[in-house]
T-cell receptor, first 118, second 113 residues
Framework: EPEVTQTPSHQVTQMGQEVILRCVPI?????FYWYRQILGQKVEFLVS????????KSEIFDDQFSVERPDGSNFTLKIRSTKLEDSAMYFC????????????????FGPGTRLTVL | AQSVTQLGSHVSVSEGALVLLRCNYS??????LFWYVQYPNQGLQLLLK??????LVKGINGFEAEFKKSETSFHLTKPSAHMSDAAEYFC???????????FGEGTQLTVNP
């Protein structure tokens, strides 16, 4: 069964450093997402991406964050200058999205990347 | 704006007992509702979803949930808990397919032998 994959599974970085989290969505999916989950808190939406541009973003997704689909398979989240409060589990998700306006497709999640900022 | 409230951050049941995890939502439009499960050190796996049609939906691993519009609820149940059901469960809502999911705080389910 196709699945979303994420690398690395765990990333440790120093405050102020740039990190890139990588995701490979399911191959025929068209919508891509990043969510994060700070330890002990709820899963929070960061950004969604469709047709090579951001379709929606939350207030968390400030200028320190960017997303890119550099080729036909990868979807990346970049944090330019990491802060202590960026420590969290980051989940990538993808969705196929049918042609109908009321498609009932589901977002499929990857296993996550645990980011630790020291 | 959409929001989700899960009553009870921790629920503990005995093996074989009924599992009931509560979820209430707030939405300005008819919502799509989901339950996801997260096993330790793993990602989020879809248990079941409600979009339109039958209000009682069945999912994997014997779980089911009922959409009650009048109560703005989407509680998750399973008649008989198994040890393997121990995990964290998240209720989520979205106004349309493709839009962001808004998650509840999560409920940690413990199953005692």
């Amino acid at each position: 069964e196709p699945e979303v994959t994420q690398t690395p599974s765990h990333q440790v970085t120093q405050m102020g450093q740039e990190v890139i989290l990588r995701c490979v969505p399911i191959s025929n999916h068209l919508y891509f997402y990043w969510y994060r989950q700070i330890l002990g808190q709820k899963v929070e939406f960061l950004v969604s991406f469709y047709n090579n541009e951001i379709s929606e973003k939350s207030e968390i997704f400030d200028d320190q964050f960017s997303v890119e689909r550099p080729d036909g398979s990868n979807f990346t989240l970049k944090i330019r200058s990491t802060k202590l409060e960026d420590s969290a589990m980051y989940f990538c998700a993808s969705l196929r999205q049918g042609a109908q306006a009321y498609s009932t497709d589901t977002q499929y999640f990857g296993p996550g990347t645990r980011l630790t900022v020291l | 704006a959409q929001s989700v409230t899960q009553l009870g951050s921790h629920v503990s049941v005995s093996e074989g007992a009924l599992v009931l995890l509560r979820c209430n939502y707030s939405s300005s439009v008819p919502p799509y509702l989901f339950w996801y499960v997260q096993y330790p050190n793993q990602g989020l796996q879809l248990l079941l979803k409600y979009t339109t049609g039958a209000t009682l939906v069945k999912g994997i691993n014997g779980f089911e949930a009922e959409f009650k519009k009048s109560e703005t609820s989407f509680h998750l149940t399973k008649p008989s808990a198994h040890m393997s059901d121990a995990a964290e469960y998240f209720c989520a809502v979205t106004p349309t397919s493709g839009s962001r999911l808004t998650f509840g705080e999560g409920t940690q389910l413990t199953v005692n032998p």
